[in-house]
C-alpha cells in the first residue's frame, strides 16, 4: 500500500505523522511511504533520516494526497488538505468531529474513510490513542497553568506550591481520566493543594488510595464542582465523553466568582470545552481573559512539546498503521473491533452517533458500509 504522511500545517504543530523508524517498520512490510519534504524536520527528523528509513520523500502535500492511499496525520487535516481528499482516501488522525461541523461536513463530501485516533478503543473499553496525548496534555496543563498564574501574564501573582510561611496555590481538577491523573501527578509533584472532581467513584478511590491525604477526593456534583472552582487559583477542566462534544460543566457564574486573577485551563477544548466561557485558542495566542479569569485554551497542547508527543504518539499507532497497510481499511476494521470503533466517517456517511447528534448529519452504522 501506498502510504502518505504530510507536513502538518495547523498553527504551531510540529508534531509528525510517522517516525522515521515507523517508516522503517512499514517498508519493511513491503509498503511504500510517501514523506512530504520538512514534515519531520522541526523536530529533528530530516528527509535523509526518512530516506535512510525507506521513505520517498515529495515535494508537496497534493503529491501526497495524489498518490497515497493511506494518509497518516496527527491534527485534524484543514481546509486546503480536506479538499484533496478523495473517496479512495483513508485518513487516520485526530479528527474531533463533534464540535466542528465544517470539518465533518467537509469530509462527508469527500467520501473517504475517516479514522480518528480519539475513538479507538481497546478490550478495556479505554481509548488508547488518545491516552498519550492525553498524558502529555495533563502534565503540560499544570505547566501552563502555573505560568498563567504569574502577574506578567494576567494571573494573581501566585507560586503553586508556595513558600515556607506562605500557602500554596488551590488547585482544582475537574474530571479524573487520563488527563486528569497526569495534572493532579504534576500539581502535588509542585506542592499546590489539589482536589479532583469525579462521579466515577472507583475512581476516586483509586486516587485516594494512591495518594492518600495529599489529594482531596470529591464526587462531583453542581454544589461540590460550584465550590471547588470558586475557590480555586487554578482549574483544570479534562472531562471527556469519546466522540461526543464536551459537557458545559463550568458555567458562566461559576468563572464571574473565582478570583480575580486566577486561571482556567480548558483541556478539553478540542472537544468544544467543558466551560461555557471558553473558546479555542493558538500557541500563537493562547490566553485570554473573562471576568478576570485567565482562560487557556490552546487545542494542540502537545503540538508544544513536539518531539516527546510523536515519539509517544507512534508508539501506540503504528501497529493499527501496519494493520491498515497490510489488509486494507474495510478488512483490518472487519477483524478488529476496536479499530472499527475509530471509523467516523465513511463513504459520505456519518459512522459515529455521537458525531452525527452533534453535527445533525444522520447516523450511518459502520457494518453496512464495510466491504460495500
Not at 535523509?48 to 485534524?76: C, M, N, T, W
Amino acid at each position: 500500500m501506498k502510504i502518505g504522511v504530510p507536513k502538518e500545517i495547523k498553527n504551531r504543530e510540529y508534531r509528525v505523522g510517522l517516525t522515521p523508524a515507523a517508516v522503517h517498520e512499514l517498508c519493511g512490510h513491503k509498503h511504500k511511504v510517501l514523506v512530504e519534504t520538512g514534515a519531520g524536520v522541526a523536530i529533528g527528523f530530516s528527509d535523509e533520516d526518512y530516506r535512510q528509513a525507506g521513505a520517498h520523500i515529495v515535494e508537496s502535500p497534493r503529491e501526497v494526497f495524489e498518490l497515497a492511499e493511506l494518509i497518516v496525520k496527527v491534527k485534524e487535516p484543514q481546509s486546503e488538505e480536506r479538499a484533496m481528499l478523495k473517496p479512495e482516501h483513508t485518513l487516520f488522525t485526530y479528527l474531533h468531529l463533534a464540535p466542528d461541523k465544517p470539518q465533518t461536513d467537509d469530509l462527508v463530501r469527500s467520501g473517504a474513510t475517516c479514522i480518528a485516533y480519539e475513538t479507538v478503543t481497546d478490550r478495556t473499553g479505554h481509548l488508547p490513542l488518545l491516552a498519550p496525548m492525553s498524558e502529555v496534555a495533563g502534565r503540560m496543563a499544570i505547566q501552563a497553568g502555573a505560568h498563567c498564574l504569574e502577574k506578567v501574564m494576567g494571573g494573581r501573582g501566585v507560586l503553586l506550591g508556595g513558600v515556607p510561611g506562605v500557602p500554596p496555590s488551590r488547585v482544582t481538577v475537574v474530571g479524573g481520566g487520563v488527563v486528569g491523573q497526569n495534572a493532579i501527578a504534576m500539581a502535588i509533584g509542585m506542592g499546590a493543594q489539589v482536589t479532583v472532581l469525579d462521579r466515577n467513584m472507583d475512581v476516586l478511590r483509586e486516587l485516594d488510595h494512591r495518594y492518600g491525604n495529599r489529594l482531596t477526593t470529591l464526587f462531583s456534583t453542581t454544589q461540590t464542582l460550584d465550590q471547588a472552582v470558586t475557590e480555586s487559583d487554578l482549574v483544570i477542566g479534562s472531562v471527556l465523553i469519546p466522540g461526543a462534544s464536551a459537557p458545559k460543566l463550568i458555567t458562566r457564574d461559576m468563572i464571574r466568582r473565582m478570583p480575580e486573577g486566577s486561571v482556567i485551563v480548558d483541556v478539553a477544548i478540542d472537544q468544544g470545552g467543558c466551560a461555557e466561557t471558553s473558546r479555542a485558542t493558538t500557541h500563537d495566542d493562547p490566553t485570554f481573559i473573562v471576568d478576570g479569569v485567565v482562560h487557556y485554551c490552546v487545542a494542540n497542547m502537545p503540538g508544544a512539546v513536539a518531539r516527546t508527543s510523536t515519539l509517544a504518539l507512534n508508539n501506540v499507532t503504528l501497529p493499527y498503521v501496519v494493520a491498515l497497510a497490510n489488509k486494507g481499511a474495510d478488512r483490518a476494521m472487519k477483524e478488529d473491533p476496536h479499530l472499527k470503533a475509530g471509523l467516523n466517517v465513511a463513504a459520505g456517511k456519518v459512522t459515529y452517533r455521537e458525531v452525527a447528534d452533534a453535527t445533525g448529519h444522520p447516523y450511518t452504522d459502520p457494518e453496512s458500509l464495510l466491504g460495500s
